[in-house]
């Protein structure tokens, strides 16, 4: 019987681990960039672009003035919303926005047919003397891809 050299043994342990800690690399494994939304009025609610909307539905939605940390963040699961005419509305009954303030809206869309293909819209939005106007978001409020992210 031939002995293992413990260099091989040690380096073969050492890879089987690493596979076992963080598992094996493939396509679930890469992040998926945010999309970002932009903010419209309706006649008794604020609405969010969809594009491509297909059969997607909200599970979630989270409405937070800007700047409210992560661990602070209000989320409602499973809204009684619905995307219609790709346009994600959101009434006053549902959420009252108030005079002035700027907000990050943020919303997971789910598909039955695209069912390993959640998608994540980030809007961000401002209200000032009853208007509404979509604001730039920071990279620390939108996940996109290395290359478009600001370089300072």
């Known amino acids: 019987m031939k002995r293992i050299k413990p260099r091989l043994l040690y380096s073969a ?3 089987a ?3 076992i800690l963080t598992g094996c690399p493939g396509s679930g494994d890469r992040l998926r960039p945010d999309e970002e939304a932009t903010v419209t009025k309706g006649e008794d609610s604020l609405c969010f672009g969809v594009p491509n909307a297909e059969d997607y ?18 989320i409602t699961f499973d809204p009684a919303l619905f ?4 346009k994600l509305c959101v009434p006053s009954a549902f959420y009252a926005f108030p005079d002035k303030g700027q907000f990050i809206v943020s919303y997971v ?3 039955k ?9 980030v809007a ?4 000032s003397q009853g208007r509404f106007f979509n604001i730039p978001l920071t990279d620390m409020e939108i996940l996109r891809p290395y ?4 370089k300072q």
């Open 13 to 15: 342990l050492s890879v």
């Open 17 to 19: 681990s690493l596979v």
């Open 57 to 74: 539905q909200p599970a979630d939605i989270a409405i937070n003035p800007r700047g409210t940390p992560s661990r602070e963040e209000k």
């Open 83 to 86: 995307i219609a005419a790709e």
């Open 109 to 111: 869309l789910t598909s």
């Open 113 to 121: 047919r695209h069912k390993d293909e959640p998608r994540r819209m």
């Open 124 to 127: 961000g939005l401002e209200i």
């Open 147 to 150: 290359s478009e992210m600001n």
